[in-house]
């Protein structure tokens, strides 16, 4: 494609090859909502879903059910929700964020908290982002069209086979 026909080239930012984009949330409805407003926004990346901190990080450690080659390709960014069972977020962020292999994935920690200590907590932590989930659809479109543009469009990442 020309430049002059690439939307991109005319803000400066170049299109970057699809990754996975993997949320951790407990809640099945705020999933679906995710990947939806993911499409709506136009955000066009493989999504993929774990209900809790310990599934989380047996996908990302590629143990149990995500064993098998293939079926755990290495996130190139992570959206995750503080509050879930068995391992909650904040504890799945600190063992991401002090495990070399997965540190440098980009971590947004996506939830429906808004407190001070969570912040806080969180960038201590090491998160990349702190977001409080919009109550409304439209809103969490937005919010996922930002976040596509910001993360997919503008910054730099590593490559998703870094470290895998």
Known sequence: MSPDHDPHAASGLRARQPFTILMADDDEDDRMFAKDALTESRVLNDFRCVEDGEELMDYLRRRGKYAEPGRAPRPGLI???????????????????SDPALRS???????????????????DLGVNSFVTKPVTFASLVEVMRGLGRYWIEIVQLPDTDHGA
Request: net charge negative; proline share 5%.
């Open 79 to 97: 959206l995750l929700d503080l509050n879930m069972p068995r391992k909650d977020g904040r504890e799945a962020l600190a063992e991401i964020k």
């Open 105 to 123: 994935i980009p971590v947004i920690v996506l939830t429906t908290s808004s407190a001070q200590e969570d912040i806080i907590r969180s960038y």
